[in-house]
């Protein structure tokens, strides 16, 4: 199994102890996740950093937007096999009501 430095690494992104471990939040999440919850994992952390580390992961295709009808942008990592392209990766994401959780 690829470490988390290896990951970024293949995707030429430079590693930095905030993309590991934002990387790692979301690679322990079993839900889609929006900004506002990786914003409250990292209370310290810059907003600004938290975004564009999210931009940077989404660029590279190590995580994708997620539009599950709430008006809430969400975010999941990137499985292997995912191309992050609508067109040619169609997998769903299901928003339980129950729940509130995608």
Same mark, same amino acid.
């Given at each position: 199994?690829?470490?988390?430095?290896?990951?970024?690494?293949?995707?030429?992104?430079?590693?930095?102890?905030?993309?590991?471990? *934002?990387?790692?939040?979301?690679?322990?999440?079993?839900?889609?996740?929006?900004?506002? =919850? *990786?914003?409250?994992?990292?209370?310290?952390? =810059?907003?600004?950093?938290?975004?564009?580390?999210?931009?940077?992961?989404?660029?590279? =295709?190590?995580?994708?937007? *997620?539009?599950?009808?709430?008006?809430?942008?969400?975010?999941?990592?990137?499985?292997?096999?995912?191309? #992050?392209? *609508?067109?040619? =990766?169609?997998?769903?994401?299901?928003? #339980?009501?129950? #729940?509130?959780?995608?």
């Amino acid at each position: 199994m690829e470490t988390i430095e290896q990951v970024l690494e293949s995707k030429n992104i430079r590693v930095t102890a905030m993309r590991m471990l *934002i990387y790692k939040f979301l690679a322990e999440k079993e839900i889609a996740v929006t900004l506002s =919850d *990786i914003e409250n994992a990292f209370e310290k952390a =810059d907003r600004t950093t938290l975004y564009r580390t999210i931009k940077t992961f989404e660029e590279k =295709d190590i995580v994708h937007q *997620i539009d599950d009808g709430t008006g809430i942008t969400k975010y999941a990592l990137c499985e292997e096999g995912c191309n #992050c392209d *609508i067109k040619n =990766d169609l997998h769903l994401h299901f928003h #339980c009501n129950n #729940c509130n959780e995608t």
